[in-house]
């Protein structure tokens, strides 16, 4: 198993299961948990940031150690660096890991930090998925499509997942768990913003009643160079559709962190200006798990410090 297919190692004995915190448009500076191996997840959507999906399933297990991970957070917590919330996202679908639940359970005891998830959604049919996420404190699932049709082409799901059964079980969610919903939905422009498909949307909203929606677009380097973003007049319009509990996911204003944030922008930087890299390159030269480094590569793009270029099928990172 080779550490840029899975994970980064921090050392010979241990796999770095937490990163940050970073920066996030809607938390804050955020602690991300990573309880799956990389690119495990039951879509592969095209629109993906990490890339495309290599082990596609549904079947849910302790991919990774439990306790190896809950010492990782202790140690981070112990740090003293400022924390708005603990999030479970990472290189897969959380909710694939049956533990999700326990490890939940285990930060309340410990942190009086508030616990996210985010979720594809596709597992919430199921009452042990929907039980593992009673003890979060907000839970961001995802909804990209209203109709099986758009679902395959923008998520390109296991063979097994109907939309129907995500839709009510997301619908039975809201019902049973007593934290903060907030509906993300990911729009692709030709694929799912049609005024149709967002009128039959806005139907699913209806039965989920979440607490917020928050509308998406394609702003980091996709997994199909097709998948492009809408324009904000084009989220605006469909935002006034969706009515007053919408709203369109603005970029983070970065506040001051300690150091160590300045130190990997920079070193991410110096890592670029002598060739190109990859994610992976980057990832173990600088021991930083990839997700941390796919946040200020974003930074960078975004400033126009760097640019992304495919080559024989790899996207390397270069100077602009």
């Known amino acids: 198993m080779t550490t840029d297919a899975v994970s980064i190692k921090e050392d010979k004995s241990q796999t770095i299961h937490i990163y ?6 809607r938390l804050g500076f955020s602690l991300g948990i990573d309880i799956i191996p990389f690119k495990t997840c039951s879509l592969n959507c095209i629109y993906c940031q990490l890339g495309p999906t290599t082990k596609k399933t549904i079947h849910r297990k302790e991919y990774l150690s ?12 112990s ?14 679908e959380p909710t694939l890991n ?9 930060i309340r005891k ?47 799901p296991h063979s097994s997942l109907k939309l129907e059964e995500i839709i009510e079980g997301l619908r039975k969610f809201r019902q049973e768990f007593k934290g903060s919903i907030w509906l993300e939905i990911m729009l692709v422009k030709g694929v799912n913003d049609s005024p149709s498909h967002i009128r039959k949307l806005k139907e699913a909203i209806a039965k989920i009643k979440p607490d917020k929606v928050q509308l998406n677009t394609v702003i980091r380097p ?15 319009k469909i935002n006034k559709v969706f009515g007053k509990n919408c709203e369109i996911i603005a970029e983070f204003s970065r506040e001051a962190q300690k150091s160590t944030a300045e130190n990997l922008e ?3 930087l110096s890592l670029i200006q002598r060739r190109p890299v990859t994610l992976a390159d980057i ?38």
């Open 20 to 25: 940050g915190p970073v920066p996030s448009r």
């Open 110 to 156: 410990i942190t009086s930090i508030p616990v996210a998830v985010l979720t594809n959604s596709t597992l919430l049919s199921q009452k042990s998925t929907r039980n593992a996420l009673m003890d979060a404190d907000l839970v961001v699932p995802s909804l990209d499509a209203a109709t099986q049709e758009i679902f395959v082409k923008v998520n390109r």
């Open 66 to 77: 439990s306790s190896e991970i809950l010492s990782q957070i202790k140690k981070k917590l």
């Open 98 to 106: 049956k533990t999700l639940g326990k490890l939940i359970r285990e």
């Open 79 to 92: 740090s003293g660096q400022r924390i708005d919330y603990i999030t479970f996202s990472g290189s897969g």
């Open 266 to 268: 920079g070193a991410i």
């Open 222 to 236: 996709p997994a199909e160079e097709f998948a492009r973003p809408l324009s904000l007049r084009e989220l605006e």
């Open 283 to 320: 990832s173990n030269s600088l021991g930083k798990h990839k997700n941390e480094i796919i946040k200020y590569l974003n930074f960078l793009l975004v400033e126009g410090k760097i640019k992304s270029v495919i080559h024989k099928g790899l996207k390397y990172f270069e100077p602009k």
